[in-house]
């Protein structure tokens, strides 16, 4: 079983409905998706690998090879203990954000002019998919994008989480990153070519998220479950450690901005009525600053009360 891999360029030609129908069946039935000819650039791609691995190895190496959880999983491979190494992932990962541009890696030559150009076309994209949500949920174009910005102004927020999986020489001892939904609106996730390790649950299986060449892979955040009002739910997911191989993962996300309310949108809880899921009231009305303030404490356990907890606010 595969995730689904779609043509974003179909869009625009006579196959158009057969691919917003991929894509709603992506977002419903499997919470995450693969888009190739995306329209972003292969040697834009191309030098976002350059720039990423470059700086891992100049700025970001040393570091992860004397950080803690290295420590931690020699100590316990010196003592041949059979315990695992809980609460830690075997990654390296800086965030990318305008709000931070001072804290960009510095040393990295083109990092910072690769970056931003990237981060600019991925936010195009991601907004292009918010539009086709509407479309597919039958909701006014631009619901979605307006609920996440608060309204008009351009609040939402746009980050980007560069990670590495280095080798790990026990990864049966502990994992890549542990199990999660996302908190926020719509991922995308440029992965390694070659380095595996992304897994989704679904249907209570774990599924390899195989690699493909310059895909972008597609998931959907717990704030699009909710406007959707359950249509499209957000997805666990893990990476696992592996022993060959640096794995590169660049995720980018388009979250509400911490002050941006959000609820299912009315048109989904009218044509919930009557059935027995999805009803008014399963999902609850917030603020998204509150939600976050609830997942950095919850990110590694069930969603449902992260919902409940902001309920109660």
Known sequence: MAIPVIDFSKLSGEERAKTMAQIANGCEEWGFFQLVN???????????????????????????????????????????????LENVDWE????????????????????????????????????????????????PKGHIRTAFNGGEEANAFFGTKVSHYPPCPNPEKVIGLRAHTDAGGVILL?????????????????????PLPNSIVINTGDQIEVLSNGRYKSVWHRVLATQDGNRRSIASFYNPSLSATISP???????????????????????????????????????EPRFQAVKAK
Not at 39 to 57: D, M, T, W
Not at 197 to 208: A, N, V
């Open 92 to 139: 390296d990962v800086f965030l990318l954000s305008d709000n931070n541009e001072n804290e960009w890696p510095s040393k990295t030559a083109e990092f910072k002019e690769t970056m931003k150009e990237y981060r600019a076309e991925l936010k195009k994209l991601a907004e292009n998919l918010m539009e086709i949500m509407d479309e597919n949920l039958g909701l």
């Open 38 to 84: 995306h329209g972003i650039s292969e040697e834009l791609l191309e030098k976002v690998k350059k720039v990423a691995s470059e700086c891992f190895k100049l700025e970001r190496e040393e570091g992860f090879k004397n950080s803690t959880k290295v420590k931690l999983l020699n100590e316990l491979m010196e003592k041949k203990s059979s315990d695992r």
């Open 190 to 210: 440029f992965q390694d070519d070659k380095v595996g390790g992304l897994q989704i649950l679904k249907d209570g299986e774990w599924i390899d998220v195989q």
């Open 265 to 303: 949108a009315p048109e989904l809880i009218e044509k919930a009525q009557g059935k027995e899921v999805n009803q008014e009231g399963a999902y609850p009305k917030f603020v998204f600053g509150d939600y976050m303030s609830v997942y950095v404490q919850q990110k590694f356990l069930p969603k």
